[in-house]
């Protein structure tokens, strides 16, 4: 049977903490091979849309698939097997601090297959090359700075030439040099691969200069999506609030709810 142009479907889907809705009748399309941002504020819904594709969380209503396969209806055992195709970078890099960096990339080799030691060697070295980081691979991660920690991380996902990978604020407290050293390697490696990559991001500018394609998310649901070409010329109101930066605009300030007169018992003037 020939592989469907897309590798991850989401169709139709609600997802609540409780009574709070953060997602609603998401339809969403990632297709095979391309780099697709995910962008919105913060609360939006963006970081739980991947966990519901590792199968963390179930939607109450509609599905998530992958590869053809609903994630929500696999069995430990078959989530697992989906997840070894899968390659998450955490927002932070969220390596283990008393591992050094080759210990960090070698270990879920170690951990998924059963490859000799040898080979797991030459892996991981390949691999942090890939991320010029490779005469690093000594050190721990205290030892080295911020960026080069995101690279690590970055050769790590990447350890198991996954199908899908998933990136969550890749730029998140990166400088100006690698934030644009990081957005270079995502595009570099998805097409290398021939991965489809996630990308969930605030960092209108890399994540524009690399993405494929563009969701909007507000309040749990897709107010706009395009091209980035398309999203720059989008007169959307909330999609040039948030690529211009605006202050004033569909989102407010506020938390939405009571005003302060009412908190205040003030009545509002006439």
Known sequence: MAPVSNLVEIRNLQ??????AILSDLRMDFPRGKVIAVMGGSGSGKTTILRLI??????QAGHVS?????????DTKNL?????????????????????????????????????????????LMKLNAVGLR???????????????????????????????MYDEPFAGLDPISMGVTANLIRKLNDALGSTSILVSHDVHESFSIADYVYFLSRGKIV?????????KSDDPYVK???????DGPVPFHYPG?????????????
């Open 15 to 20: 997802f609540s903490y409780g009574e709070r």
């Open 224 to 232: 706009a999506h395009g091209t980035p070409a398309e999203m720059m």
């Open 241 to 247: 609030q948030f690529v211009n930066a605006e202050t």
């Open 258 to 270: 009571r005003s302060l007169a009412e908190d205040l018992g003030v009545e509002a003037a006439q």
């Open 135 to 165: 005469n690093a691979a000594s050190l721990k991660p205290s030892e080295i700075s911020g960026g080069m920690a995101r690279r690590v991380a970055l050769a790590r996902t990447i350890a198991l030439d996954p199908q899908l990978i």
């Open 66 to 74: 992958v590869d053809g396969e609903l994630i929500d209806t696999l």
């Open 80 to 124: 697992y097997r989906v997840r070894r195709r899968m390659g998450m970078l955490f927002q932070h890099g969220a390596l283990f601090t008393d591992l050094s960096v080759y210990d960090n990339v070698a270990f879920p080799l170690r951990e998924h297959t059963k490859l000799p030691e040898s080979l797991i060697r030459d892996l991981v």
């Open 54 to 59: 590792g199968g963390q969380l179930h939607p």
